[in-house]
């Protein structure tokens, strides 16, 4: 497996760290990682293929067969078996499906793999919420965004506003404190910053102070 630098940006939804991971990677010529997007289409493929949540076996035996293809149609689009799930991944049930699946170890280890497969040089962008504790231990550096959760709500609202998806606020906020709260909670990698990693609160910050400051920590790692 490469040994190539990887460079991990954790932390919860609306953190901003899809976007910035997405800049930094195309500022520094490195690879993408968006593991969440692969928690949301094994999410969608559940549902697809009427498969049982409960049945952990089962769930695992789906993870191993899916035919992902990253950017087949553009840059940021997601198929599953041939058909564009890029829109169906960031509605609100394919994020539920995504919580929930996350809680389970055999999703988790069965995802593993396809993680480590984007480790390639000259180097990764890996975002997600267990990059630099579990996916990714050697990364350098290792970056937790965070951000009021009003912020972060809000900044999925007009995310998804932006995509032409039908949002409401307040149910977007609390959905996203409820899925903090399971994916802080869950005892298999729980999110929760490395203990090596640096914080940055990203509430009164625009994005290109975030990139400059993940880039100088890049240069001084
Ligand atoms: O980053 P995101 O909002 O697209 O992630 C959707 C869900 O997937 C998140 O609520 C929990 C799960 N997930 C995970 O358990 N581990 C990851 N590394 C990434 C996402």
Redesign the pocket.
Known sequence: MSNARVIAI?GP?GSG??TIASLVADNLGYKLL???????VLGVAVLKYNIDINKPSAVAELAGKLNIEFGRGGPGTLWLDGESVTKEIRTAIA?DM??T???MPAA?EALLEAQLGFRQPPGLVA?????GTV?FPDARPKIYLTASPEERAERRYKQLIGKGIDAILPDLLRDLKE?DQ??SERTI?P?KPAKDAVIIDTTNLDIDQVVSQVLELVAGS
């Open positions: 954790d939804s760290k899809g968006d593991s969440g997007a692969l928690y949301r994020s995504a919580s699946l996350g809680a988790r975002d997600g919420r267990d990059m996916v899925r399971r994916d990698s999110l």
